[in-house]
């Protein structure tokens, strides 16, 4: 399976962490839920119950972090009988994304997290400039989403957008 993006700067550092670490799954998200990346995925609705699953995740482990520690949590991790997931945060000037991952006994969190070191990163030094930001608005987040879905699965070119 390929490394597909919905946003082009992030397939270099996405494709090289998930060569490296050997993970089986991989999606880069913003924390609002909207998709940038995806390895391993081939059906849309598990992409987007993913994204769902991991801002959920990130939002109520950031809120709880806050009130244990005082700050977010910085990676979560769980082993399970056949794969284990890690989930953290890369910030970039462009804001944090999220990478939730899934890996099985091929590699380890050791591993995982030497890679994810390296990936946030590089994916720091792809990222661009910042826009200017302005509200985020219920029509403009649904259009965004599809774009993305689009994107990842082969109805639109990541680069111009403009449908295949």
């Not at 009130?67 to 991790?77: G, W």
């Amino acid at each position: 399976m390929t490394v597909t993006v919905a946003e082009a700067w992030v397939e270099e550092p996405l494709r090289r962490f998930v060569d490296d670490a050997r993970v089986v799954f991989a999606l880069l998200v913003h924390p609002s839920g909207q998709v940038m990346g995806q390895h391993g995925f081939t059906r849309a609705v598990d992409v987007m119950s993913a994204c769902a699953l991991a801002a959920a995740i990130n939002a109520s482990a950031g809120a709880l972090g806050r009130e244990l520690e005082a700050r977010p949590f910085q990676e979560l991790y769980h082993a399970g009988l056949e794969r284990q997931v890690f989930l953290a945060e890369a910030v970039t000037v462009r804001g944090a994304c999220v990478l939730i991952t899934a890996f099985g006994r091929e590699t380890s969190l050791g591993l995982v997290r030497l890679y994810f070191q390296e990936f946030r990163q590089a994916l720091a030094a792809a990222a661009p400039q910042a826009e200017k930001a302005g509200p985020v608005l219920a029509a403009d987040f649904e259009r965004e989403l599809d774009r993305s879905m689009a994107v990842l699965f082969g109805r639109a070119r990541p680069r111009d957008l403009t449908p295949v």
